[in-house]
């Protein structure tokens, strides 16, 4: 008898593989809360957006690794020179995951409900460029052209977010295009996800995807016991850990620990400069002189923090991007140096003198302020004490004072009975576009002095400027020009002191195939069709 | 001879002894952060290892049993003098004083007095030396701890005020400021002793889960709230026993005031 080949052998193994991947496998993780919606249009926290990134159809997605945009239920569109109209040519034939069939009129149905101003939608928030109406206009079942009243800087990038809904499935939200749907919801435990039959996506190989036919989300507020799972391989992966509940998986599981580098996150202090805000007269000074800033700045030790603080998952931060966001990041910027010196130098030469370890303004106050922070976050406390002990080094007394979430929002947004504040950006977005909230002196969130009338310093008159210059242009390699501008006064002016930038981190088990962790949100599952998990 | 209780007194007072001279025996300051060697592991120049900010944690504990032993006694006499003026009071006139009083206790009983801590400590000024928020933190809890033993103060004084021998010397005409000092109060002195004892490590343990909180002692000064965060994470305890110290510090000294209380207890 012929015994069977090395060839069969490795035929029937691949065969076996390739079923094994696409049947009867399930992909676990866990949720850290409740998701609050399943309109993708109304979706404004972390597990609702979980939820929309993996049964969401959108015209247009944002590769999270190449950070570049990718066809996705539109074949191709274009901006028009005006940057207020885009035109989307849709894929054919095209089904929900209810059988009801995808058309130019659900694209337009589901941009009349984002911009409705009724539903308050957060996705259309983004999209609220001036007054008047944004027009829908249906070209043919393939094509559609969507015209804003004033024009939108990085306009075909917001569409990552706008999941497409069915004008006419009576399963509304429930009905989708993406990769899976919600097949079981138990209230405050877990969901389930099926795959979608109607995806539209196949591999180079025209199987169809995704892969795996169920994801299982935990609902899991605890990170103690979600690692836990993870290490007992209840969970396949952990989306995003910190600095701590990483090392423990690289002490117990290292294969299992990814660090993606530097990430979009960064931690940074500020102080009070709002001209009626209750305190001193001498330290609203201190706080206005940008040599002051400086070297507060300079004095603190970046290098330590992300070492000792983050333990090492960490950079010294540059600035109001990190190097994660490849485009508009300005590479010409590095972390300011750790330089006690030069900060004394720049003290003595704004009056600031040291007399027997104390630091003394011109007037002879002695130079103390608090740091406050919110309780709870042992990263930002320990970061505290560490620029508590910096700053002595320059003769700064510094209280630390650890607040409830609450008290400290009401002191930095309200009375600003405040001197300095350590807290943390999330950016999910890479457009400067997305900052103007916080950049502009006329904003809510521009944290040091909100709200201004007008720009209560020339340099802020000139990020006003260039802000706006860059919001209204539609060349990104001009708009590049007028942001990295920004990023240069901030650097110099230091109204933000960026600390540190925080590496991405995960944990992803074995059992995953094709998992490539990147810096932007989701980080392990940005390529959930594309994953592949063990069969249970 | 009771061998528990005397374990228990030399065990305090070496503790105590041993927290006095903390500037001498510690191995280096409560603050100094020794960043090139983070959550090390026990060691001949640290005993038991280093914090995540590269402290010495024996020198830390030591300060910070220093803290916490002073301060919880502090605030243990200021609350039982309260329970005793107010119950006292109360007590002994009776009527609706008394009612009225009671209400007002059952009332503060009913706060939920960690929100009321949070609120006042957020409230308090931001600029204050840790050594100022940690007076702080202990005068707020022996302000908030005063009701429950009001109320057994004045159960036990309206019984008192009934009794026969307090009839008797009312019926001799002794005036009413006298019966409470010279009669009452005397009386009452070791139930308020009692309430002082059973406070001292309630008041300890209460510092110590606002440490938890982060809104307890300001850093760089420890306390053993502060010291017992680094047992909140899972993922940093498993893997470093040596982070129990305080932990078991703070049992061992719980433990012995209990001893010490139980002993004065039974006599009263």
């Known amino acids: 008898m012929k015994k069977p080949g090395l060839g069969a052998v490795f035929t029937i193994l691949l065969l076996l593989s390739s079923g094994f991947a696409q049947s009867g496998n399930v992909l676990r993780f866990c949720l850290r809360s409740e998701p609050k919606t399943f309109n993708p249009l109304l979706v404004e926290e972390d597990s609702s957006d979980t939820i929309r990134y993996l049964t969401g159809g959108v015209l247009i997605r944002v590769n999270r690794d190449t950070q570049k945009l990718e066809p996705g239920l539109a074949t191709s569109w274009k901006v028009s020179k005006d940057g207020r109209t885009i035109t989307f040519t849709l894929r054919h034939k095209l089904k929900f995951s209810d059988d009801t069939l995808f058309s130019a009129a659900d694209v337009a149905y589901t941009i009349q409900q984002m911009m409705d101003p009724s539903l308050h939608s957060p996705v259309g928030d983004s999209f609220r460029s001036g007054d008047g109406k944004t027009e829908t206009k249906i070209l043919s079942s393939e094509k559609v052209a969507i015209t804003f009243p004033a024009p939108i800087a990085g306009l075909d990038r917001l569409f990552d977010q706008v999941a497409i809904m069915s004008a006419k499935s009576p399963r509304k939200e429930m009905a989708v295009l993406g990769p899976y749907y919600i097949a079981e919801n138990k209230a405050g435990s877990y969901l389930v996800l099926r795959r979608n039959p109607n995806y539209w996506k196949h591999d180079a190989s025209d199987r169809p995807l995704p892969y795996v036919d169920t994801v299982r989300l935990d609902i899991q507020q605890n990170r103690d016991l979600e690692l836990l799972r993870f290490l007992r391989g209840e969970i396949d992966f952990v989306n995003s850990i910190d600095a701590e509940y990483f090392d423990k998986v690289t002490t117990e599981k290292p294969a299992l620990a990814h660090d993606a580098g530097p990430s979009l996150d960064s931690e940074h202090m500020w102080f009070n400069q709002v001209p009626s805000s209750p305190i001193p007269d001498y330290k609203k000074a201190w706080f206005r002189s940008t040599s002051f800033r400086r070297a507060v700045s300079e004095a603190i030790n970046r290098e330590d923090l992300a070492r000792v603080a983050f333990r090492g998952h960490a950079r010294p931060a540059v600035g109001i991007f990190s190097p994660a966001n490849q485009f508009w990041f300005n590479n010409k910027l590095q972390p300011h140096p750790f330089d006690q010196k030069s900060a004394l130098s720049r003290l003595q030469q704004d009056g600031f003198k040291m007399q027997s370890g104390v630091l003394r303004d011109r007037a002879g106050h002695e130079v103390e302020f608090s740091i406050i922070t919110n309780a709870g976050n042992k990263y930002r406390e320990r970061m505290a004490t560490m620029i508590q002990q910096d700053l002595a080094g320059i003769g700064m007394k510094v209280n630390v004072v650890t607040l409830d979430f609450p008290s400290l929002i009401e002191r930095i947004t309200r009375n600003f009975n405040y001197e300095a504040c350590l807290l943390g950006l999330v950016n999910t977005d890479l457009d400067p576009a997305s900052i103007m909230n916080v950049w502009l002196s006329s904003a809510e969130n521009h944290q040091w002095n909100p709200n201004q009338k007008t720009p209560a310093t020339p340099w802020e008159a000139e990020i006003d400027r260039l802000m706006k210059a860059q919001a209204s242009t539609l060349n990104d390699h001009k708009r590049k020009q007028y942001f990295d501008r920004v990023q240069e006064i901030a650097w110099e002016q230091e109204p933000f002191i960026y600390l540190v930038t925080k590496n991405g981190l995960s944990a992803v088990s074995a059992s995953i195939q094709n998992a490539r962790p990147v810096v932007l949100r989701p980080q392990v599952f940005w390529n959930i069709d594309q994953l592949v998990a063990e069969k249970r | ?268």
């Open chain 2, 1 to 268: 001879m009771n061998w528990p209780r005397t374990l228990a007194v030399g065990f305090l007072l070496t503790l105590a002894l041993m927290c006095g001279l903390a500037a001498f025996i510690a191995p280096s300051g409560y603050a100094h952060q020794f960043r090139d060697i983070p959550s090390a592991p026990p060691s001949h120049q640290h005993w038991l290892g280093t914090d995540d900010l590269g402290r010495d944690r024996l020198s830390r504990l030591l300060y910070g049993t220093r803290v916490s032993l002073l301060l919880a006694p502090g605030a243990a006499l200021l609350s039982s003098l309260l329970a005793a003026i107010i119950g006292a009071t109360a007590g002994f006139l009776g009527g609706w004083i008394q009612r009225v009083v009671m209400a007002a206790t059952d009332l503060f009983l009913s706060l939920p007095w960690l929100f009321l801590l949070i609120t006042v400590r957020a409230l308090m000024p931001l600029n204050v030396s840790p050594v100022f928020s940690v007076v702080i933190t202990f005068a707020m809890l022996g302000c908030l701890g005063w009701a429950a033993a009001a109320r057994v103060v004045c159960a036990d004084a309206r019984a008192l005020s009934n009794s026969d021998f307090i009839l008797l010397a009312r019926a001799s005409g002794a005036s009413g400021f006298r019966l409470l000092r010279r009669h009452l109060l005397p009386n009452l002195m070791p139930l308020i002793f009692a309430q002082f004892w059973i406070s001292i490590p309630v008041f300890i343990l209460a510092e110590a889960n606002l440490g938890i909180l982060g809104l307890g002692v300001a850093e760089p000064l420890p306390s053993w709230g502060s010291l017992l965060r680094e047992l909140e994470s899972y993922s940093s305890i498993s893997s470093s026993p040596w982070q129990f110290a305080p932990l078991l510090l703070l049992i061992a000294v719980v433990s012995c005031f209990h001893l010490v209380i139980t002993d004065r207890e039974l006599p009263a």
